[in-house]
Protein backbone atom coordinates (compact mmCIF):
# COMPACT_ATOMS: atom_id res chain seq x y z
CA UNK A 1 0.00 0.00 0.00
CA UNK A 2 2.94 2.48 0.93
CA UNK A 3 4.89 1.49 -2.17
CA UNK A 4 1.76 2.13 -4.06
CA UNK A 5 1.00 5.38 -2.69
CA UNK A 6 4.45 6.70 -3.47
CA UNK A 7 4.14 5.74 -7.07
CA UNK A 8 1.10 7.82 -7.20
CA UNK A 9 2.47 10.46 -5.89
CA UNK A 10 5.19 10.41 -8.16
CA UNK A 11 2.73 9.94 -11.04
CA UNK A 12 1.19 13.30 -9.89
CA UNK A 13 4.24 15.50 -9.39
CA UNK A 14 5.74 14.03 -13.02
CA UNK A 15 2.27 15.20 -14.71
CA UNK A 16 2.62 18.60 -12.51
CA UNK A 17 5.88 18.72 -14.18
CA UNK A 18 4.72 18.11 -17.74
CA UNK A 19 1.23 20.14 -17.46
CA UNK A 20 0.47 23.54 -16.67
CA UNK A 21 4.02 24.30 -14.88
CA UNK A 22 5.78 23.81 -18.12
CA UNK A 23 2.85 25.28 -20.32
CA UNK A 24 2.95 28.43 -18.34
CA UNK A 25 6.65 28.64 -18.16
CA UNK A 26 8.69 31.23 -20.18
CA UNK A 27 10.29 30.01 -23.42
CA UNK A 28 13.59 31.43 -24.69
CA UNK A 29 14.42 32.54 -28.16
CA UNK A 30 17.02 34.11 -29.95
CA UNK A 31 16.01 35.47 -33.60
CA UNK A 32 19.43 37.31 -34.31
CA UNK A 33 18.08 37.56 -38.31
CA UNK A 34 15.98 38.81 -40.52
CA UNK A 35 12.52 38.28 -39.37
CA UNK A 36 8.98 39.87 -39.50
CA UNK A 37 6.86 40.94 -36.83
CA UNK A 38 2.75 40.64 -37.69
CA UNK A 39 0.88 42.28 -34.80
CA UNK A 40 -2.75 40.60 -34.44
CA UNK A 41 -5.19 43.16 -33.27
CA UNK A 42 -7.79 40.67 -31.95
CA UNK A 43 -11.59 41.36 -31.12
CA UNK A 44 -12.44 44.30 -29.35
CA UNK A 45 -12.90 43.90 -25.38
CA UNK A 46 -11.91 40.13 -25.60
CA UNK A 47 -7.93 40.51 -24.83
CA UNK A 48 -6.86 38.24 -27.46
CA UNK A 49 -4.50 40.33 -29.45
CA UNK A 50 -1.35 38.26 -29.92
CA UNK A 51 2.01 38.88 -31.72
CA UNK A 52 3.75 36.43 -34.74
CA UNK A 53 7.37 36.30 -35.87
CA UNK A 54 7.80 34.82 -39.37
CA UNK A 55 11.29 34.02 -40.83
CA UNK A 56 11.40 34.63 -45.12
CA UNK A 57 14.49 32.36 -45.43
CA UNK A 58 12.67 29.51 -43.50
CA UNK A 59 9.61 30.44 -44.65
CA UNK A 60 8.17 29.20 -41.26
CA UNK A 61 5.96 31.21 -38.17
CA UNK A 62 5.58 31.21 -34.81
CA UNK A 63 2.33 32.55 -33.00
CA UNK A 64 2.01 33.82 -29.88
CA UNK A 65 5.50 35.15 -29.29
CA UNK A 66 4.74 37.53 -26.71
CA UNK A 67 2.78 35.17 -24.36
CA UNK A 68 5.28 32.29 -24.86
CA UNK A 69 8.43 34.76 -23.80
CA UNK A 70 6.76 36.28 -20.61
CA UNK A 71 4.38 34.16 -19.81
CA UNK A 72 1.64 37.05 -19.84
CA UNK A 73 -1.44 38.24 -22.50
CA UNK A 74 -0.13 41.01 -25.03
CA UNK A 75 -3.53 42.71 -24.16
CA UNK A 76 -6.71 43.70 -25.76
CA UNK A 77 -6.57 45.76 -29.48
CA UNK A 78 -2.89 45.54 -30.70
CA UNK A 79 -3.64 48.70 -32.39
CA UNK A 80 0.33 49.45 -34.17
CA UNK A 81 3.97 48.39 -33.88
CA UNK A 82 7.43 50.46 -34.58
CA UNK A 83 10.63 48.92 -34.54
CA UNK A 84 13.50 51.00 -33.42
CA UNK A 85 17.00 50.02 -32.61
CA UNK A 86 15.96 46.42 -31.65
CA UNK A 87 13.15 47.90 -29.23
CA UNK A 88 9.56 46.64 -30.87
CA UNK A 89 7.16 49.35 -29.66
CA UNK A 90 3.87 47.99 -29.22
CA UNK A 91 0.68 49.91 -29.04
CA UNK A 92 -2.29 48.33 -27.10
CA UNK A 93 -4.89 50.47 -27.71
CA UNK A 94 -7.86 49.15 -25.26
CA UNK A 95 -5.41 48.51 -22.44
CA UNK A 96 -3.48 51.65 -22.66
CA UNK A 97 -0.27 50.50 -22.40
CA UNK A 98 2.91 50.79 -24.71
CA UNK A 99 5.00 47.79 -24.42
CA UNK A 100 8.72 47.49 -25.16
CA UNK A 101 10.01 44.39 -26.11
CA UNK A 102 13.47 42.76 -27.25
CA UNK A 103 13.16 42.33 -31.29
CA UNK A 104 15.64 38.96 -30.45
CA UNK A 105 14.54 37.66 -27.21
CA UNK A 106 10.97 38.60 -27.22
CA UNK A 107 11.25 39.89 -23.74
CA UNK A 108 9.66 42.69 -22.17
CA UNK A 109 11.99 45.61 -21.70
CA UNK A 110 10.05 48.21 -20.41
CA UNK A 111 6.26 49.58 -20.80
CA UNK A 112 4.49 52.86 -20.24
CA UNK A 113 1.03 52.76 -19.05
CA UNK A 114 -2.06 55.02 -19.34
CA UNK A 115 -1.71 55.78 -15.27
CA UNK A 116 1.99 56.66 -15.63
CA UNK A 117 1.13 59.16 -17.70
CA UNK A 118 -0.99 62.39 -17.52
CA UNK A 119 -3.12 62.10 -20.24
CA UNK A 120 -2.60 58.84 -22.69
CA UNK A 121 -5.90 56.77 -22.54
CA UNK A 122 -6.01 54.78 -25.59
CA UNK A 123 -2.72 54.80 -27.77
CA UNK A 124 -3.04 54.28 -31.01
CA UNK A 125 0.72 55.29 -32.67
CA UNK A 126 4.69 55.32 -31.57
CA UNK A 127 6.56 57.63 -33.33
CA UNK A 128 10.60 57.50 -32.61
CA UNK A 129 12.09 61.33 -32.86
CA UNK A 130 15.58 60.44 -31.35
CA UNK A 131 16.78 58.49 -28.52
CA UNK A 132 15.22 60.28 -25.89
CA UNK A 133 12.42 61.35 -27.68
CA UNK A 134 8.98 59.51 -28.65
CA UNK A 135 5.30 60.52 -29.02
CA UNK A 136 2.05 58.61 -28.46
CA UNK A 137 -0.91 59.33 -30.55
CA UNK A 138 -4.53 58.82 -29.10
CA UNK A 139 -8.07 58.03 -29.79
CA UNK A 140 -9.67 60.07 -27.02
CA UNK A 141 -7.71 62.24 -25.72
CA UNK A 142 -6.69 65.95 -27.48
CA UNK A 143 -3.07 65.19 -26.54
CA UNK A 144 0.17 63.18 -27.85
CA UNK A 145 1.89 61.77 -25.24
CA UNK A 146 5.59 62.52 -25.06
CA UNK A 147 7.99 59.85 -23.28
CA UNK A 148 12.11 58.80 -23.45
CA UNK A 149 11.78 55.08 -25.75
CA UNK A 150 15.09 54.12 -24.02
CA UNK A 151 13.98 54.51 -20.28
CA UNK A 152 10.09 54.65 -20.83
CA UNK A 153 9.67 57.67 -18.46
CA UNK A 154 7.05 60.15 -19.00
CA UNK A 155 8.36 63.69 -20.84
CA UNK A 156 4.96 65.52 -20.97
CA UNK A 157 2.13 65.88 -23.34
CA UNK A 158 1.26 68.23 -26.54
CA UNK A 159 -2.07 69.62 -26.88
CA UNK A 160 -3.83 69.33 -30.04
CA UNK A 161 -6.40 71.63 -30.28
CA UNK A 162 -8.57 68.86 -31.94
CA UNK A 163 -12.38 69.50 -30.32
CA UNK A 164 -14.07 66.57 -29.21
CA UNK A 165 -16.50 64.76 -31.42
CA UNK A 166 -18.89 62.22 -30.17
CA UNK A 167 -15.84 61.57 -27.42
CA UNK A 168 -12.85 61.48 -30.00
CA UNK A 169 -10.28 63.74 -30.00
CA UNK A 170 -8.25 61.83 -31.76
CA UNK A 171 -5.07 61.34 -33.63
CA UNK A 172 -3.48 58.48 -35.85
CA UNK A 173 -0.80 58.00 -37.92
CA UNK A 174 2.51 59.91 -37.62
CA UNK A 175 5.22 60.53 -40.21
CA UNK A 176 8.06 62.97 -40.23
CA UNK A 177 9.96 65.26 -42.95
CA UNK A 178 12.57 67.63 -41.50
CA UNK A 179 11.74 68.96 -38.02
CA UNK A 180 8.39 68.29 -38.39
CA UNK A 181 6.11 65.13 -37.46
CA UNK A 182 2.53 65.25 -39.10
CA UNK A 183 -0.51 63.15 -37.56
CA UNK A 184 -3.79 62.70 -38.98
CA UNK A 185 -7.01 63.01 -37.08
CA UNK A 186 -8.78 60.28 -37.25
CA UNK A 187 -12.36 59.65 -35.88
CA UNK A 188 -14.93 62.36 -37.09
CA UNK A 189 -11.95 64.68 -38.27
CA UNK A 190 -10.65 65.88 -41.23
CA UNK A 191 -7.49 67.62 -40.29
CA UNK A 192 -3.62 67.06 -40.34
CA UNK A 193 -1.29 68.34 -38.02
CA UNK A 194 2.06 69.62 -38.08
CA UNK A 195 4.46 68.98 -34.69
CA UNK A 196 7.47 71.45 -34.15
CA UNK A 197 10.17 68.60 -32.53
CA UNK A 198 12.20 71.64 -31.35
CA UNK A 199 9.04 72.67 -29.26
CA UNK A 200 6.78 69.68 -28.91
CA UNK A 201 4.24 71.66 -30.42
CA UNK A 202 1.49 72.09 -32.85
CA UNK A 203 2.89 74.29 -35.56
CA UNK A 204 0.35 74.02 -38.64
CA UNK A 205 -2.34 72.15 -39.93
CA UNK A 206 -4.62 71.64 -42.76
CA UNK A 207 -8.56 70.89 -43.47
CA UNK A 208 -9.36 68.06 -45.59
CA UNK A 209 -12.32 68.45 -48.01
CA UNK A 210 -12.89 64.51 -47.32
CA UNK A 211 -13.40 62.91 -43.73
CA UNK A 212 -11.48 60.65 -41.49
CA UNK A 213 -7.81 60.61 -42.84
CA UNK A 214 -7.08 56.97 -41.76
CA UNK A 215 -3.37 56.63 -43.79
CA UNK A 216 -0.42 58.64 -44.26
CA UNK A 217 3.17 58.71 -46.06
CA UNK A 218 5.83 60.51 -47.42
CA UNK A 219 7.48 60.19 -50.44
CA UNK A 220 11.01 60.47 -52.34
CA UNK A 221 9.71 64.26 -53.04
CA UNK A 222 8.59 65.29 -49.76
CA UNK A 223 5.15 65.31 -50.89
CA UNK A 224 2.95 63.84 -47.69
CA UNK A 225 0.14 61.29 -49.50
CA UNK A 226 -2.83 60.52 -47.30
CA UNK A 227 -6.00 58.35 -47.57
CA UNK A 228 -9.48 59.14 -46.02
CA UNK A 229 -12.45 56.52 -45.34
CA UNK A 230 -14.59 59.06 -46.11
CA UNK A 231 -16.25 58.71 -42.69
CA UNK A 232 -19.34 56.75 -42.11
CA UNK A 233 -22.53 55.64 -43.88
CA UNK A 234 -24.94 53.38 -42.52
CA UNK A 235 -28.34 54.56 -44.42
CA UNK A 236 -30.19 55.40 -40.74
CA UNK A 237 -27.08 58.14 -40.05
CA UNK A 238 -23.86 58.93 -41.21
CA UNK A 239 -21.04 61.31 -41.14
CA UNK A 240 -19.23 61.92 -44.42
CA UNK A 241 -19.57 60.74 -47.44
CA UNK A 242 -18.13 57.18 -47.31
CA UNK A 243 -16.19 57.73 -50.34
CA UNK A 244 -12.07 57.29 -49.98
CA UNK A 245 -9.69 60.08 -51.17
CA UNK A 246 -6.19 60.19 -52.06
CA UNK A 247 -4.23 63.82 -51.22
CA UNK A 248 -0.86 64.78 -52.61
CA UNK A 249 0.12 67.44 -50.12
CA UNK A 250 3.47 69.37 -50.39
CA UNK A 251 5.22 68.80 -47.01
CA UNK A 252 6.83 72.02 -46.50
CA UNK A 253 3.78 74.29 -47.29
CA UNK A 254 1.04 71.96 -46.64
CA UNK A 255 -0.86 73.06 -49.91
CA UNK A 256 -2.80 70.50 -51.05
CA UNK A 257 -1.30 69.69 -55.07
CA UNK A 258 -3.86 66.28 -55.92
CA UNK A 259 -6.89 64.98 -54.87
CA UNK A 260 -8.52 62.22 -56.41
CA UNK A 261 -11.74 60.04 -55.35
CA UNK A 262 -11.47 56.11 -54.79
CA UNK A 263 -13.98 53.71 -55.02
CA UNK A 264 -16.34 53.42 -52.03
CA UNK A 265 -16.27 50.47 -50.19
CA UNK A 266 -16.00 48.98 -46.54
CA UNK A 267 -12.46 47.99 -46.97
CA UNK A 268 -9.60 49.27 -44.46
CA UNK A 269 -8.10 51.64 -46.70
CA UNK A 270 -4.30 51.89 -46.11
CA UNK A 271 -1.14 53.18 -48.28
CA UNK A 272 2.54 52.07 -48.21
CA UNK A 273 5.59 52.68 -50.35
CA UNK A 274 8.48 50.95 -51.93
CA UNK A 275 11.80 51.24 -50.03
CA UNK A 276 13.15 54.32 -52.61
CA UNK A 277 9.58 55.91 -51.68
CA UNK A 278 8.85 56.38 -55.27
CA UNK A 279 6.49 54.02 -55.56
CA UNK A 280 2.54 54.05 -53.35
CA UNK A 281 0.67 50.93 -52.77
CA UNK A 282 -2.80 51.29 -51.92
CA UNK A 283 -5.48 48.77 -49.82
CA UNK A 284 -8.82 49.93 -51.10
CA UNK A 285 -10.47 46.09 -51.22
CA UNK A 286 -7.91 45.38 -54.09
CA UNK A 287 -4.34 46.43 -53.96
CA UNK A 288 -3.07 49.33 -56.20
CA UNK A 289 0.29 50.69 -57.12
CA UNK A 290 0.46 53.85 -58.28
CA UNK A 291 3.93 55.72 -59.08
CA UNK A 292 4.62 58.94 -56.88
CA UNK A 293 4.05 61.08 -60.57
CA UNK A 294 1.08 59.81 -61.98
CA UNK A 295 -1.99 61.78 -61.71
CA UNK A 296 -4.46 58.71 -61.20
CA UNK A 297 -4.61 55.63 -59.75
CA UNK A 298 -4.88 52.52 -62.17
CA UNK A 299 -8.26 51.29 -63.36
CA UNK A 300 -7.20 47.25 -62.16
CA UNK A 301 -5.33 46.01 -59.19
CA UNK A 302 -2.32 45.00 -58.84
CA UNK A 303 -2.77 42.37 -56.59
CA UNK A 304 -6.60 41.07 -56.33
CA UNK A 305 -8.41 40.33 -53.35
CA UNK A 306 -8.60 36.25 -52.06
CA UNK A 307 -12.12 35.08 -53.22
CA UNK A 308 -13.36 31.79 -51.65
CA UNK A 309 -15.18 28.95 -52.96
CA UNK A 310 -18.38 30.55 -52.56
CA UNK A 311 -17.15 33.82 -54.16
CA UNK A 312 -16.81 35.27 -50.48
CA UNK A 313 -14.05 38.26 -51.10
CA UNK A 314 -12.07 37.98 -48.06
CA UNK A 315 -10.86 41.85 -46.34
CA UNK A 316 -7.95 43.14 -46.64
CA UNK A 317 -6.92 44.46 -43.40
CA UNK A 318 -3.05 45.88 -43.86
CA UNK A 319 0.31 45.92 -45.52
CA UNK A 320 3.55 46.22 -45.05
CA UNK A 321 6.42 46.67 -47.61
CA UNK A 322 9.83 45.08 -46.98
CA UNK A 323 12.30 48.24 -46.50
CA UNK A 324 15.32 46.44 -48.16
CA UNK A 325 13.66 44.03 -51.26
CA UNK A 326 10.64 45.32 -51.66
CA UNK A 327 8.43 42.59 -50.82
CA UNK A 328 4.82 43.25 -49.74
CA UNK A 329 3.01 41.29 -47.02
CA UNK A 330 -0.73 41.56 -46.96
CA UNK A 331 -2.88 40.81 -44.31
CA UNK A 332 -6.31 39.48 -44.89
CA UNK A 333 -8.44 39.64 -41.73
CA UNK A 334 -10.53 36.87 -43.41
CA UNK A 335 -14.12 37.20 -41.25
CA UNK A 336 -12.55 39.49 -38.27
CA UNK A 337 -12.91 36.19 -36.14
CA UNK A 338 -10.85 33.26 -37.16
CA UNK A 339 -7.31 33.04 -37.55
CA UNK A 340 -5.73 35.72 -40.47
CA UNK A 341 -3.63 34.79 -43.31
CA UNK A 342 -0.86 36.57 -44.72
CA UNK A 343 -0.01 36.95 -48.08
CA UNK A 344 3.96 37.67 -48.72
CA UNK A 345 4.60 39.13 -52.52
CA UNK A 346 7.43 39.35 -54.58
CA UNK A 347 8.13 43.40 -55.54
CA UNK A 348 6.37 42.22 -59.02
CA UNK A 349 3.11 40.88 -57.31
CA UNK A 350 3.91 37.14 -57.58
CA UNK A 351 2.85 35.20 -54.34
CA UNK A 352 5.60 33.32 -52.90
CA UNK A 353 4.70 32.36 -49.53
CA UNK A 354 1.15 32.36 -47.40
CA UNK A 355 0.30 31.38 -43.61
CA UNK A 356 -2.10 32.19 -40.78
CA UNK A 357 -1.56 34.36 -37.73
CA UNK A 358 -3.87 35.17 -35.06
CA UNK A 359 -7.48 37.03 -35.44
CA UNK A 360 -7.24 40.27 -37.30
CA UNK A 361 -3.27 40.66 -38.31
CA UNK A 362 -3.26 44.61 -38.79
CA UNK A 363 0.50 45.60 -39.34
CA UNK A 364 3.80 44.63 -39.88
CA UNK A 365 7.77 45.88 -38.76
CA UNK A 366 10.68 44.26 -40.48
CA UNK A 367 13.84 43.73 -38.79
Not at 22 to 33: L, M, S
Not at 96 to 117: C, H, M, N, P, Y
Request: hydrophobic content about 35%; charged content about 20%; some cysteine.
Amino acid sequence: MYIKYLLLTFLSLLCACNGTDIENAEENFEHTGKGVFILNEGNYNSGNSTLSYYRPDAKTVENGIFRRANDRKLGDTGQSMTLHNNTLYIAMENSGIVWGIDAETFRVKGQLTASQTSHMINPRFVHIVNREKAYISDLYAPYITVFNPTTFQPLGSIHTGQPSANGYSSTENMVQYGHRVFTNCWSYSNRILAIDTRTDEVCDSLALGSWQPKSMVVDAHGKLWVLTDGGYYTGDESFGDNIPHLYRIDANTLEIEQEQALDADDANVQIATNPDKTVLYIVNNDIYRMHITDEHLPVRPFISAPTDSKGYRHKLYAIGVHPQNGEIYVADAVDYSQAGTVYRYSAEGLLIDQFRTGINPNGFAFK
